[in-house]
């Protein structure tokens, strides 16, 4: 199935365009499920993060697929209990703030972050040194869109990044 033809483009604008519709296909979300984890499919992979909110999809369907453990990486305020934070400024020009609950797992964690979209890079980053924080070695980062640009050439350079929706689309 070609999950890409279930989003919704009536915004007619790149990052406003809707991806959920892919959750409720059971075989399109699959599909996704495998296009995304497709570069790690040999490796090691310890846990899977995802970003609040969509990320938390995709991240937990990543997880079961891999048989590893999930770790949220939450908007500021949200968790209950200790953590650590990161601040950035997102693609709107907001100040945000992410959360990663203290002591996640044993330094040396291998980590694969991941996200409904990146077009500028500033979540990523914020949840990449939450999880290089805490000691986990992050393997990659996969995104449903993953904007190759200016912005985000800092982490194609440093990590091995993937989006399975092409930039043309």
């Known amino acids: 199935m070609d999950y890409l033809s279930l989003i919704d483009r009536s915004k007619l604008h790149y990052k406003r365009s809707d991806v959920t519709p892919i959750f409720a296909e059971p075989a399109a979300f699959a599909a996704l499920v495998e296009d995304m984890i497709a570069p790690w499919k040999n490796e090691k992979i310890d846990r899977v993060v995802g970003t ?14 891999l048989g590893v453990g999930f770790v949220p990486v939450r908007k500021g305020g949200k968790l209950p209990v200790k953590k650590e934070s990161a601040s950035f400024t997102d693609y709107s020009g907001g100040e945000k ?4 609950r203290a002591n996640p797992w044993p330094a040396g964690t291998r980590v694969l972050l991941t996200d409904e979209w990146i077009e500028t890079g500033a979540t990523a980053r914020a949840a990449v040194e939450l999880i290089e924080r805490a000691g986990g070695v992050v393997v990659g980062i996969a995104a449903i869109a993953f904007r190759k640009n200016e912005k985000t050439a800092s982490l194609w350079a440093k990590y091995r990044c993937h989006g399975v929706w092409p930039e043309q689309v």
Do not use: P, Q, R
């Open 52 to 65: 609040d909110a969509l990320g938390f999809v995709v991240g937990t369907a990543i997880a079961l697929k």
């Open 97 to 100: 703030t992410f959360e990663l």
